[in-house]
């Protein structure tokens, strides 16, 4: 129960698919207070029954594309549930029919529009942190391997979740003083929603099965599990890490 005692808000539950609930299952289980947030109305509605699975908190409304979304939220939680001891952004979105074919035809509008959600909406979750975290804690992102390598399709994410990367590293520095610590979990793929947007996804699923060490494919419960302990005290000597949790791939060069 490393958790016992702490609450955290949880952004990015899209269903019970998603890495963001099975995040959410792991600090539950560990003994974590969740809040969560949804974009709109209609997807408050659509995950209030699986936030009343992890506690009695009212979904908080967050559009994170919208100006003053992010700061009017962590007022009413601060209001209604209190002060937060760590935060989880699994927030990511791209126009589905370019990630498909080649990167260099990603149009300005969809560049611009995943640079904002993917990736700036985690600076602007870090600015007001501390105003909601003032006991310090952690924080943590969600990122892919496509940020370091080319991944088929992958495009304009791959920009975005590189642009996530370094800002982790930058974010790391700037909140260090607060005692806020704030590192990315670089997940191996896995079926969710959003995934399923990604061109010919089942190929990469299966390359990367076949070439991992553990010769699987990466679950909920491992992303879970790892965001727990980066989010707990046992890691409070961590931060601007990129932690891999992809049963080893990224290590692998060549494999036969």
Do not use: W
Request: with cysteine.
């Amino acid at each position: 129960m490393i958790m016992q005692g702490k609450r955290g808000l949880v952004m990015g539950v899209a269903n019970k698919f998603s890495i963001a609930y099975g995040i959410a299952s792991s600090l539950r289980a560990q003994g974590a207070d969740l809040v969560f947030t949804a974009q709109s109305d209609r997807f408050k509605d659509k995950i209030a029954d699986i936030a009343a699975e992890f506690g009695e908190h009212e979904v908080v409304l967050c559009d994170v594309s919208k100006d003053d979304e992010v700061p009017s939220a962590f007022e009413k939680i601060a209001k209604d549930v209190g002060t937060l001891d760590f935060i989880v952004h699994s927030i990511a979105f791209s126009d589905k029919n370019e990630l498909v074919g080649k990167y260099c035809n990603t149009s300005r509008a969809n560049f611009l529009n995943a640079m904002n959600i993917s990736c700036y909406s985690f600076t602007e979750v870090c600015r007001h942190a501390p105003n909601i975290m003032p006991n310090g804690g952690g924080i943590v992102t969600m990122t892919y391997y496509g940020a370091e390598k080319v991944v088929p399709n992958y495009n304009v994410m791959a920009l975005a979740k590189s642009a996530l990367e370094t800002s982790v590293r930058y974010l790391a520095s700037d909140l260090g003083e607060f005692g806020i610590r704030v590192n990315a979990i670089s997940a191996g793929p896995i079926k969710t929603l959003a995934a399923s947007g990604v061109g010919e996804f089942s190929k990469i699923l299966d390359f990367e099965r076949r070439r991992s060490p553990l010769g699987r494919n990466v679950t909920q419960q491992d992303i879970g599990d790892t965001c727990s302990f980066l989010v707990s005290d046992l890691s409070s000597g961590i931060t601007g890490e990129i932690v891999h949790v992809d049963c080893g791939c990224s290590t692998v060069g060549v494999k036969f």
